[in-house]
């Protein structure tokens, strides 16, 4: 394979990735296509946590919240406004971007353990609101008969569209999420995990350092979060409630921290277990735990970690 | 930092390459489907879907459910209008987002012809949509209000009650029977929580009666001795409650705990007393209760049910073991009627609701508008039974209740 | 009057529950950092087994030792293994290895007592209520309140005032040291894990009357407890019982005060007080580097 010259590499990697995985795309079945669709919105949104969590290390148990609002923002713009791809988008990282600042600014001096349940207050705070405000969001049963996602004459709602609109968001967050960690700021960010208190004697504001990661991750959180009610056409409360973030900070670790996109890795595996498992067995969660535990204790790296390691190229 | 190889080469696009060959070749629907079981020469086998929750809060009434399904199907020898039955259970944990993808795996890569099930009204109402879409008949047995009226669907039927059945017969009752007056209400701040409460309030003022005041409480609730302390403070004539579940256990051991149990009348929507799921973790907490309920142990119409249910060692049956027969029962009327072919729905339908069906329910006809089942709404009576345990015996029937449905 | 007084009961009955749950979580995260997300397993543990006891007619006061005891041996078979070799790591690794155990004997648990709500027969002298101003208040809550303070004092007195104890909190402070005095740490910090298991356990078994046991009552208490230790602050017991105090009586008022708000409002107080106060409402005196 002809050598490529360094800028050029995470570029082409993306791209022959989208054109492999638009090969099975083609073959494949309605089902299978949303269910594509699914893994890569959820990869997306633990790939922005990855940006908290692996680079900043800020392990948030509220993630979901940005999600999810900015799942209930599209579906409520689209329900008032029509299934417009621009504007569901728009409504979404909105949303996201706004949540996150949220977020951001309330854990000003917290860290560790604290910044855990401290996000996850915020976020049940979010969750009360959605499962309680009936009128706008329709409350513990959540906001059906979502317009179908389009823009312009072309229509998006299919299982198709669905999952190549998935796709191209997977592509351009991860881009961007990688270039947000090679800018300076980026780099300050994993300067105040490593040595907070040095950055800080060096002059750096690390609040702000960690609201503008929060904010980075919460607008790519956003956008994928815009995109996940179309994929079942439903919305509600379960998408912001903190079991989604444990399962999106699962994903994570099971697809390895620090990489960006292991996450997708970790959103495959773990979606794909519980939906093949539970088909064949009712202990299907112990299995699963198994797999956690096993991943824990054999691939600490996890998935992207080990495959790493497999594949020739590091010394 | 990028991996190199041994040449010098980018290590990342080789990575992509086979990682996308993997799940190319993992997701054809020619691997990733299970092979068909031959059935009978010349029967097609009748594939059933049913979702329900296996895991999460509602474990013990999803087994309970595919509980009922699978002895309907054994009674009826795994064959359905001369097909032999294949039987899939899916578990939604009670997340409508699970529930939908379980959904759609059944119908597009099981290829399932019927889908069935659901306890938990946010999945049930998820899957209209999907179901709607995707053309599949399914007997829906989540019990929100909306599921009759605004999320009503020409390939939905419906074999079980609506929380608006419930609600108003227990004013009914209340009203007729118990007081005029001085009603509070307590219930778990959720959407089936309000519609129980609202329906019965609703009812209740029309008939000309008084509500004290309407306690809340959040759904998933520890501690309700707050709650218990305030009723306990109002002294009403009878309160009305609804929770479920563990919540329902947590209220009416804590409701005897604080002296309230036998001293204040209490009045409920069934499933607050539910025979399997509530009831034998109370004790003589209920005693004396009065619930409003399409199911009843002692109802006649449900006797052959829970002999059979018995047989398998279980104690008296609940809501949703008998709702899993009564689906099994529906599901064989409509194929048994439409002669093993549901390919033409409409007219399957039509056919299904030209007469009722009877079952474990009772006599059951639907109502075409939206498929809702017309049902008998027993008023049971929480009683000590020979053996000592806890019954809901009968003492009296609404028959024929019908949902007000879609115009309202 | 009555009605207030009962109120601030419920309250204070509710918070010695949350320091129960709390209490184990605290020990083994204070004194070890080490985060056990497997504590609600170890709690719903001690629940059924309470529940089983209680059920099978045997001395009823009996029933919380056995559930110390089935939850310390649960504790001892997992800090040989897998526990033992990640004190050392990072928080995160320690979440996901002890989140998988507890998924694990979650569904061990569903197997083997069955997925319905299972509640115990309480005692007869544990049944009935007091009157206070003529509003009854179950005794129950009261021993849960006498068992909590009871608890609370004794883990207190045996880690601050005794020889036991001291070894302990040094063990956790300089490992290194204390193995030049003879002392092995390792049996040392297997004894803290044996120990947080076991007072989960004792707290499922004491708390059972209140909660019953199910399956998913065990990640429901992990989050309460949770909740209550870092709200009060690590390190101290002082900061859990703080923790437990705060916690529980803004979940029991606000659903008193502001019923269709509580959980929210809830969750708002004990977000600012955090906030306020980053490290927890008792926070060890730091010294900055």
Known sequence: MPSLPPRARAPAAAALAAAALAVPALLAGEFELRFLAEILLLGTAAMSLDLLVGFGGLASLGHAAIFGAAAYAAAIASLAWGGNLVLVLAAGILAGTAMAGVMGAVIRRTSHLFLLILTLLVGQIAWEVAFHWRDVTGGADGLRGLPPLGLGPWHLGGAGGLALLAGALALVATLLARSFVAAPVGRALVGAREQPLRMAALGYDIPRIRLLAFLASGAIAGAAGALYPFVNLYVGPGSVHWTLSATLMIMLVIGGTGTLWGAYLGSAAYLALQTYLSAHTDRWPLLVGLVFVLTVLLMPGGLAGALRRLLPGRP | ?408 | MGLVLVQFLNALSFSALLLLTGLGLSVVLSLMNFLNLAHGSFYLLGSYVAVLWLGAGLPWWMAFPAAFLAAALAGALLERFPFRGFYGRPHLMQVLLTYGLSVILADLMRWGFGAAILSPELPEALSGVVFVLDMPFPVYRLFLVAAGTLLAGLLWWGLDRTLWGAVIRAAVADRGIVETLGIDTGRVLAAVLVLSAGLGGLSGALGAGMLAAYPGLDEEVLILALVTVVVGGLGTFRGTVAGALAVGFALTFSRVWLPELANGAAFAAMALLLMLRPDGIVAPRQRQV
């Open chain 2, 1 to 408: 930092m990028q991996d190199r190889d041994r040449a010098g080469h980018a290590a990342a696009p080789r990575r992509a390459l086979l990682g996308g060959l993997a799940a190319a070749a993992l997701s054809h629907p020619a691997l990733a489907r299970p092979t068909l079981a031959q059935g009978a020469a010349g029967a097609r086998p009748l594939r059933i879907g049913m979702i329900t929750s296996l895991s999460g809060p509602f474990t013990a009434l999803g087994e309970s459910m595919r509980a009922g399904m699978n002895l309907f199907l054994a009674g009826s020898g795994r064959a359905v209008a001369g097909r032999p039955v294949e039987f899939l259970v899916e578990d939604d944990a009670a997340r409508p987002e699970e529930g939908v993808r379980r959904a759609r795996k059944l119908v597009g890569q099981d290829r399932v012809d019927v889908l069935c099930g659901v306890i938990s009204s946010g999945v049930a109402l998820a899957l209209r949509d999907v179901v709607t879409e995707a053309r599949v008949p399914t007997f829906l047995l989540g019990s929100a209000n909306d599921l009759a009226r605004k999320a009503a669907s020409p390939y939905i039927v419906r074999p079980t009650k609506t929380n608006w059945m419930l609600g108003t017969t227990a004013a009914r009752w209340t009203f007729e029977r118990i007081s005029k007056g001085r009603v509070l209400t307590a219930g778990s701040d959720y959407a089936a929580g309000r519609e129980f409460v609202g329906d019965f309030a609703a009812t209740y003022r029309e008939l000309g009666g008084r509500i004290d005041r309407q306690l809340w409480t959040p759904l998933g609730s520890t501690d309700f001795g707050p709650l218990l302390t305030a009723i306990a403070a109002e002294r009403p004539e009878v309160v009305y409650a609804f929770f479920a579940g563990s919540d329902a256990v947590r209220f009416l051991r804590q409701w005897k705990e604080y002296r309230l149990a036998g001293r204040v009348p209490l009045v409920g929507p069934g499933a607050l007393f539910d025979q399997e799921d509530v009831l034998p973790a109370v004790g003589d907490a209920a005693l004396g209760a009065v619930g409003a309920f399409h199911q009843s142990p002692t109802a006649p119409a449900a006797a052959a049910f829970g002999r059979a249910y018995a047989a398998t060692g279980k104690p008296l049956p609940g809501e949703f073991s008998t709702t899993g027969y009564v689906c099994g029962q529906v599901i064989g009327a409509a194929l048994e009627r439409a002669e093993g072919d549901l390919s033409d729905w409409e007219r399957a339908r039509a056919v299904l609701f030209d007469r009722p069906v009877d079952t474990a329910f009772g006599r059951m006809p639907f109502d075409p508008r939206n498929g809702q089942a017309i049902l008998d709404i027993h008023v049971n009576e929480v009683r000590r039974g020979a053996d000592g345990k806890m019954v809901n015996t009968v003492l009296h029937t609404y028959e024929a209740v019908r949902d007000p449905g879609p115009a309202a």
